[in-house]
T-cell receptor, first 115, second 113 residues
Framework: AQSVTQLDSHVSVSEGTPVLLRCNYS??????LFWYVQHPNKGLQLLLK??????LVKGINGFEAEFKKSETSFHLTKPSAHMSDAAEYFC?????????????FGTGTRLKVLA | EAQVTQNPRYLITVTGKKLTVTCSQN?????MSWYRQDPGLGLRQIYY???????DKGDVPEGYKVSRKEKRNFPLILESPSPNQTSLYFC????????????FGDGTRLSIL
């Protein structure tokens, strides 16, 4: 069965310092992985996706993530945090080749950016 | 503009009074889905649909119904709402099967008293 674990429920960084949001997944076959961002009182916006092409994936707003199969991880990074990055971030896995067509969300990481 | 539209955005109602939340997409997407978002639990999938007349249960389907009579619409029905269904609900669509990124609606905040 598929699952996603976001290792930190809250992360605080200072503006201008690097961001690391951690995600581990479990999937038996060929997963697709996504990161979404949700700003307060807003819907979800796609940041980036991995679908078995390049393992280092670049997304919007300077975010990127690296797919590491040996570690079953898909951590989200950004070199320099901006105040506007304060939001909740969700890691998502899907694996239709396993015979199920569900999307499984992590429980989210709330990023706080300090001035 | 490509979008997923949910209505209503906010609803306060009482236990047992049937309600429907509508969802429509204008992108000709095959896959549509409903989620509920609760604090500390992330988003949990309620139902999804691979195409017209094809629906399947997600992880938390109890107390909900859906239908997919047309490709663009995927309403969520609560036939006898209860307070534990108070939540923030999102509809989403994607081009095809569950390895495509989803487009999300703006959400519907339901309060069941």
């Amino acid at each position: 069965a598929q699952s996603v674990t976001q290792l930190d429920s809250h992360v605080s960084v200072s503006e201008g310092t690097p961001v690391l949001l951690r995600c581990n997944y479990s999937s038996s076959y060929s997963p697709s992985l996504f990161w979404y961002v949700q700003h307060p009182n807003k819907g979800l916006q796609l940041l980036l996706k991995y679908t078995s092409a390049a393992t280092l994936v670049k997304g919007i707003n300077g975010f990127e993530a690296e797919f590491k199969k040996s570690e079953t991880s898909f951590h989200l990074t950004k070199p320099s945090a901006h105040m506007s990055d304060a939001a909740e971030y969700f890691c998502v896995v899907s694996d239709p080749y396993s015979g199920t067509y569900k999307y499984i969300f992590g429980t989210g990481t709330r990023l706080k950016v300090l001035a | 503009e490509a979008q997923v539209t949910q209505n209503p955005r906010y609803l306060i109602t009482v236990t047992g009074k049937k309600l429907t939340v509508t969802c429509s997409q204008n992108m000709n997407h095959e896959y549509m889905s409903w989620y509920r978002q609760d604090p500390g639990l992330g988003l949990r999938q309620i139902y999804y649909s691979m195409n017209v007349e094809v629906t399947d249960k997600g992880d938390v389907p109890e107390g909900y119904k859906v239908s997919r009579k047309e490709k663009r619409n995927f309403p969520l029905i609560l036939e006898s709402p209860s307070p534990n269904q108070t939540s923030l609900y999102f509809c989403a669509s994607s081009l095809s099967a569950a390895n495509q990124p989803q487009h999300f609606g703006d959400g519907t905040r339901l309060s069941i008293l």
